[in-house]
């Protein structure tokens, strides 16, 4: 019997099963940015980064809430991770790790409308205490009376003023930053203006961008 054996030296260190990455709780913020990756290869290190924050944060915060560190994660474009069965109970069960341990979860996708494709993303909805909802499709109107809780004048506003005209690039800039905010039941619209000086860095995903974010940090 004979047995071909065949050795691969690759430059994707991501999969090997381990993790040589050492992360400092200290540090303010910890970007784990998988935008840089071949699509065909996000899908993987998604699921990697996820039990990754699961085991090493999430997990490791105090069960008391007089101990516990002040720990929040951000999931942006969290919709991504709603395509495959094994992400998305990652993702339900990161966010129920999470209450339990005390840490805030911020999940960012594109429509209201994807939660309602899956049992978990729908659980996920639901538990969440505080939404803030940008501008959703006009389609969409009745899903978020029916979902959301909001009256139909609401529902409108969602749909059709905030966020202004997209198509109107100065329409637009008016009214970026517009959101409708719900806690429980209390609903409120409101403007929310981000500090450039100390936000940009850590909220924006372009690699272009935060060069020239640093570029600019260093020389001031």
Do not use: W
């Not at 990754?52 to 101990?67: A, M, R, T």
């Not at 409308?113 to 940008?134: G, H, R, S, W």
């Amino acid at each position: 019997r004979k047995e071909k054996v065949i050795e691969i030296h690759g430059i994707r260190p991501y999969y090997d099963g381990q993790s040589t990455i050492h992360i400092s709780r200290d540090n303010t913020f910890t970007n784990i940015d998988i935008s840089q990756l071949p699509e065909n290869e996000r899908k993987l290190a998604r699921q990697i980064a996820m039990d990754f924050v699961n085991e090493n944060f999430i997990k490791k915060n105090s069960e008391s809430v007089d101990s516990a560190d002040k720990l929040a994660l951000i999931v942006d474009e969290a919709h991504e991770s709603f395509e495959l069965p094994y992400t998305r109970k990652a993702l339900d069960m990161l966010v129920r790790t999470a209450r339990k341990r005390h840490a805030g979860i911020i999940l960012s996708s594109q429509t209201i409308k994807e939660y309602d494709n899956y049992p978990e993303t729908q659980a996920i909805l639901k538990q969440a205490a505080t939404k803030f909802v940008f501008k959703q499709d006009f389609q969409d109107k009745a899903h978020l009376m029916e979902t959301l809780g909001v009256t139909e004048s609401q529902a409108d506003s969602i749909v059709s003023r905030i966020g202004g005209n997209l198509s109107d690039d100065n329409d637009k800039k008016r009214h970026r930053g517009e959101v409708c905010i719900i806690d429980n039941k209390t609903v409120c619209f409101t403007k929310v203006d981000m500090l450039s000086k100390t936000e940009a860095l850590p909220v924006e995903t372009d690699a272009t961008e935060i060069e020239k974010l640093i570029t600019v940090e260093r020389t001031v």
